[in-house]
């Protein structure tokens, strides 16, 4: 890594697995986009979460989007509000529009505090609304705490369309006991 870059270059955190390789722990590990203009948030959020989970960066509108359509997709994605170009409320409806990307927890990052700036957000389908300068162990809290409910969404996601496909399974059969 260079040393003169706060952030290691998109190829050290941004790689694809191997489709045919064997999982390891560090494929096991939630991965977390973060998507935010400046270098120096980057750098600090990478920092906070490196160890413990995946982490993608974007630093444009773009680039989230694209990163977020990736499979396998972010289990969640950490996302700046005030950012160039396309702003993080019109990225937060892009992914909330898609339904790919819909059941991603955006959390927003902001150094905008008022109630109607929060309110807005979570609106758009924001899950939090974290407040910058920012607090490291309130933002790991948070990150646990909504990955925690996405997997349990996710595992309930998946028994949901089971119990769907063995219901249209057994109405399928003549007599109804397939």
């Not at 989007?65 to 937060?92: F, S, T, W, Y």
């Not at 339904?99 to 150094?111: E, G, H, M, N, S």
């Amino acid at each position: 890594m260079n040393p003169a870059s706060p952030v290691p270059p998109p190829a050290a955190i941004d790689s694809p697995l191997d489709g045919n390789a064997p999982a390891t722990p560090d494929d096991l590990r939630s991965t977390i986009l973060i998507v935010d203009d400046s270098p120096e948030i980057l750098s600090q959020l990478y920092g906070l979460l490196k160890e413990r989970h995946r982490v993608k960066v974007a630093t444009t509108g773009d680039r989230a989007l694209r990163i977020a359509a990736e499979v396998p997709h972010p289990d969640l994605i950490l996302l700046d509000v005030l950012m160039p170009h396309m702003d993080g409320h019109e990225i937060c409806r892009c992914l909330k529009a898609d339904a790919a990307t819909r059941d991603i927890p955006v959390l927003f990052l902001t150094a905008r505090s008022d109630v109607a700036d929060e309110s807005h957000g979570l609106a758009l389908g924001a899950v939090d609304y974290i407040t910058k300068p920012i607090s490291p162990p309130i933002l790991l809290a948070r990150v646990r705490t909504h990955l925690q409910l996405k997997a349990a969404a996710d595992v309930l996601r998946e028994r949901a369309a089971h119990l769907e496909a063995e219901i249209a399974r057994r109405i399928g059969a003549p007599d109804g006991s397939a």
